[in-house]
């Protein structure tokens, strides 16, 4: 009877774990909401994530950042400027249309539209033509090898429900109707979404007819995903602690040991697509503020390598990145084609070399430069540039810290304002064109030097980023990108300092891949 | 009388019009939404283009100028941040503010009244003096801490109440929704309200208190208790009547502090009101919602006092005298 009992009371525990495996709903949070559910209005990392949970493109990356196709079967450069896609058959928007050229077409042109903030990722596209119901033609205005990771984030959206909803252009925000569009959704993929109360709460459910099914690309148990906006650190763990959340993205760094010691939780380190790096005035010929009249210190390459030499990345990992951070010598992180071992390497900490190098530029007795620092963008950035200033203060030079917080402190930075200054950049290309020619590409046109705050000019890396722009052949490329990075880090156009870490906090029976653009692949995710 | 209400009237005008002056001043220089709008990757031309198109090149009295003129008309824009009117987005967000605010004075009044009271007749006695004591701290305490406490021990350790958000709310028509109908929005409630109500619950505690050993001194209450009255009748019905008037008057005023202060308590808890609208719309310089707040609580207490003022005026004879000896 008691075995009975027993055998009973177990079929019951294995049928309600299968229950559980089938169907389980993962709450998560971060601190703050997606600005909008129109996929080509506001180019914003969360958002992006979230979209593409929703929403598919023609190609997404893998966990390895390697870019296979997802709502494309094949494609061929038909010519150097030509690329025909094969389209996916039988994928249909979870209204029921079917998915097909004229909705990639339309999506793409959506997305060049003026009023979309994802032109950096239909940069170099001069048109888009249907050839039949399920192949397309884009054309380039040249040459453009990173044409399938743009593709990555121009996500596909149904002609005839835009126009239905007389959405057919991204959320304009110097117009006062507001567009279906931002609140509304209808994708191919994963999810579909459910409600959305801006700041409160967003929910998205299993999309049952997704190709993907078949396809085996779910191999996780998510049927329900609940996102909560949380402002306030303390309130987020404290939610996650409670057990009210399975997952937090962006734990408060000063929780982290409190959330390791938890046994009911876990967290996972990982490195993020994003480096933090000090960019000079190498433009000026006096720095406004400085004690040095007519001439400007840091055009000097010993002093660059002066400030570089003295700067202990390696304290600062520890002590105030606790451990969260790896220590470079180069703008790109890891992931990022062009990158090597040998560029990410920081020349030593050596204050007596560093000395040494100030003396020879004639600056033995030092000098006084202002130094600029947000204090609510990156991890610890405060923290970070009041430890680099009293380094730079051992060897002379007395920087004079102002922090900002990142509204003001953009904005001041693109007037050119600052001498050094921190800046952090992420590169959703994984390729290191993107920072090549943002950060040290001389100040152009169409984003050339969009970031190049410094306005640091070299004709040589000039004229190896335009030959980067048109090379076709990946494995020259790369070299080229790796010979521009090479060139960057000699030159010092820039001081590079880590790459952040981004730590995630989740309960034990939650498993999932930590990913550097701080995605989650919701199909993968298990809860247990 | 219609004098008086319209030298009020003009005064209240003159003060929105000065809250409107100083916020816009202050936004010139809370930073600029460009970058946040266009991202990392705009153009120079893009980000000149769009300031142009959003009015925000042109000298400030004339965006001034424009911003009280759309004011008046109830319009102030769309959000830069969400892309929505803000006249919605505060309208959405207002049920919120307003019913954790009338949760936490409700709460203050039922517990603070009784609480002075009893601090008032128990004068001198260990319940008296940890009653101020506690008051003292409740006074002193900063709220986000109050908060974070409360969440500590009731979210995390006892595992009783939720620790964020609203819960489930119940749609009342097409523009208000209450938390008060369900279980859930009263188990979301408890903790923030009692946030929020901690400071006016002490604050209560001790104006009553103080009030109420003012009145119990009078000679009416000696003349009550010469008449023979009991401690009850002398106590609550001649000592706490009198003592309510300026409380009640208090808590009129604290009731606008509530609402405009909430924004803590809105921002620990995660509170979907218009104080977490106004901290969002601060750290991405969403302009036309934070003017629209400011203006909104100006308004507010601008009414409240307007609304006291003319009680006044009905209440209280003397004043009518004197002013209609002035207007002579």
Known sequence: MAQARLFFLGALGILFTMASATAATLRWSGASDLPSWDVHAQNNALGNGIHAMVYEALFRY???????????????????????ITLRRGVRFQDGNAFGADDAVFSLQRAMDPASNFGVYTQGIARVVKVDDATIDIHTQGPNPVLL????????????????????????????????????????????????????????????DWWGLAAGRKTGNVSEVVYTPIKAEATRVAALLSGELDMVLDPAPADLPRLRATPQLKVLDGLENRTIFFGLDLFRDELPGSNIKGRNPLKDLRVRRALSQAIDAAAIQRSIMRGLSAPTGTLVPPQVAGWTKALDQRAPHDPAAAKRLMAEAGYAGGFEVDFACPNNRYINDEEICQAVAAMWARIGVKARLRTLPLVTYFPMLQ??????????WGVPTFDALYALQSLVRSVGAQGDGNFNVGRYSNPQADALIERIKQESDPTLRTALMEQALVLAKQEVSHIPLHHQMIPWAMKRSVTMRHRADNRIDMPSVRVD | MLAFILR??????????????????????????????LGQDATSEQRAQLRAELGLDAPAPVQFVHFVGNALRGEFGLSLRQGRKVSTLIAERLPATLELALTAALLALALGIPMGVLAALKRGTALSQLLMTVSLLGVSLPTFLIGILLILLFSVWLNWLPSFGRGEVVALGSWWSTGWLSVDGWKHLVLPAVTLAVFQLALILRLVRAEMLEVLRSDYIRFARARGLSDRAVHFGHALRNTLVPVITITGLQLGSLIAFAIITETVFQWPGMGLLFIQAVSFADVPVM??????????????????????????????????????
């Not at chain 1, 002609?159 to 909803?165: C, D, G, I, R, S």
């Not at chain 1, 007037?415 to 952090?424: K, N, P, Q, V």
């Open chain 1, 62 to 84: 893998d966990e390895r950042f390697q870019v296979v196709p997802e709502l494309a079967t094949g494609w061929k450069a038909l010519s150097p400027t030509q690329m025909r």
């Open chain 1, 149 to 208: 990771r743009q593709l990555t984030e121009l996500r596909m959206m149904s002609k005839a429900w835009a126009e239905q909803h007389r959405s057919t252009t991204p959320k304009d925000l110097r117009s006062a109707e507001e567009n279906h569009a931002h609140r509304h959704a209808n994708g191919t993929g994963p999810y579909r979404l459910e409600s959305w109360q801006p700041d409160v709460r967003l929910r998205l459910v299993e999309n049952r």
């Open chain 1, 415 to 424: 007037r050119h304002e600052a001498s050094i200054f921190m800046l952090g």
């Open chain 2, 8 to 37: 009020r009237l003009a005064q209240a005008v003159a003060v929105m019009l000065t809250v409107a002056f100083i916020a816009f001043l202050l936004f010139q220089h809370v930073g600029d939404p460009i970058t946040n709008l």
């Open chain 2, 291 to 328: 003017a629209a707040y400011l203006c909104l609580v100006a308004l507010i207490f601008v009414a409240i006092n307007l609304v006291v003022d003319l009680l006044y005026f009905a209440v209280d004879p003397r004043l009518r005298v004197e002013r209609g000896a002035a207007g002579t």
